[in-house]
């Protein structure tokens, strides 16, 4: 049973009926989804989502969805697990990282594409659409062909290769755009006027499919015992799962998941060739100047966010920071977390550490804060982010000699 009431614009509060809308017809504002907590509440406890499967499926009463099995591919209840050896490198203390590098297609965008493409069918869709960066390719194309829809994917023509071949590799009609994934963006919004039969998960249905990325807080609540983190540093591409994460901590207290008022900092991490929100924070104005993005973080190259300003007040009313990292300090700190905590991610992961290092460099986050980070997505699809500084130490003939002395090389 979904407990949805409705959807409501964010801006004129206006309110619509829960169907396939994303903008207000008043004010073009976004929409959201308006449910009725007070009957969660009376239905949901912790006992009751321990009993739920081990997935986001056991938040389904804070969703806009209901699981049939159909679309499922076992997205979330990623890891939560202790960095000591990071946090101490850091300059840290208790601080945590979110693995989302685990999910079933490698990235949190599982979480999501489930919770949209659930409601999808049950609104009698057949066709799953998306614009994408990379990442949302992969899981729509997954989840699509999980339940058996046709899947139209559009990504920009310059994505890494293995974004496109683990995309590809789940039969949709594939659609590379030459130009960035703005202009994706925008072919999109315009395809899905002329073809209402299909469901764009971040266009029609970008309603529905936000709401997934609130259960990266209610999971993170949940393994810290139901408490929330004092501090908690989230990738920024349009915005759209940092303003959730902010409001799943609150949804956890108003239907008593959660026993105190939660006080969550929320900080933003963006790479420099691509800092629209994290400029507008440093320069102090609450507008989001749309930028020509340039940067190895191919998954947060969004030049124009559409939940930007969200993202932005949510930062701001936090009191958290937000920063913009280099391509360099990117792949500085994919190493960095690979050689101290044993995980992998990819280049938005290195944007999330190389932030977070920044951040605590300059006292924002700070070392008495129980501090969670969110790796969003796996290494394997970047890879050429970090190939040419990851290389065989040494490369030797098949003997003992050879081995000696090249290991005398390197330990020397
Ligand atoms: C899409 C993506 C993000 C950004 O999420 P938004 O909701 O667009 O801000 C972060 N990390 C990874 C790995 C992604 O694929
Ligand atoms: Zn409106």
Not at 128 to 138: F, V
Not at 261 to 279: D, W
């Amino acid at each position: 049973m979904s407990f949805v009431q409705g959807l409501k614009c964010r801006e004129c509060h206006h309110a619509f009926p829960a169907e396939a809308l994303h903008v207000c017809e008043w004010c073009f504002g976004p929409l959201e989804v308006v449910y009725d907590y007070e009957a969660i509440a009376g239905a949901t406890s912790r006992e009751t989502i321990a009993a739920g499967p081990p997935s986001i499926w056991r938040y389904a009463n804070l969703l806009p969805a209901v699981n049939d099995g159909a679309v499922d591919l076992g997205a979330g209840f990623t890891p939560l697990v202790r960095a000591d050896r990071l946090a101490a490198e850091l300059g840290l203390g208790e601080l945590w990282l979110k693995n989302d590098t685990l999910n079933p297609t490698g990235s949190f965008k599982d979480r999501v594409v489930s919770v949209a493409l659930a409601r999808a069918r049950a609104m009698g869709f057949k066709v799953a659409a998306c614009a994408s960066t990379g990442n949302l390719a992969n899981s729509v194309a997954a989840h699509a062909a999980r339940a058996g829809m046709r899947h139209v994917v559009f990504i920009p023509a310059d994505l890494e290769a293995g974004k496109v071949v683990t995309t590809a590799v789940y039969g949709p009609t594939l659609i590379a755009v030459d130009g960035s994934y703005d202009d994706v963006n925008r072919l999109c919004a315009e395809l899905a006027s002329e073809q209402p039969t299909w469901a764009f998960v971040n266009v029609n249905l970008r309603t529905y499919y936000a709401e997934g990325s609130k259960t990266l807080a209610f999971e993170t609540a949940e393994q810290l015992g139901w408490e929330a983190p004092d501090h908690v540093v989230v990738p920024v591409g349009s915005g759209s799962q940092l303003t959730k994460i902010a409001r799943g901590f609150r949804e956890l207290y108003k239907v008593g998941l959660l026993d105190e008022e939660p006080h969550v900092r929320i900080s933003g991490a963006q790479a420099e060739g691509c800092s629209p929100v994290a400029t507008a924070f440093n320069e102090g104005h609450d507008y989001i100047r749309p930028v020509k993005p340039k940067t190895i973080a191919k998954s947060l190259a969004i030049g124009n966010p559409a939940d930007g300003p969200y993202a932005l007040d949510e930062v701001k009313r936090s009191g958290g920071g937000l920063e913009a990292v280099s391509d360099s300090e990117i792949v500085d700190s994919m190493l960095l977390l690979a050689r101290t905590e044993g995980i992998f991610a990819e280049t938005a992961g290195g944007v999330t550490i190389a932030t977070l290092a920044r951040l605590a460099a300059k006292g924002v986050v700070r070392s008495d804060e129980r501090v969670v980070a969110y790796i969003t997505g796996a290494g394997l699809k970047t890879i050429e982010a970090v190939a040419p500084v990851c290389r065989p130490t040494a490369t030797i003939a098949p003997t003992m000699d050879a081995f000696a002395a090249a290991f005398e090389g390197v330990e020397g």
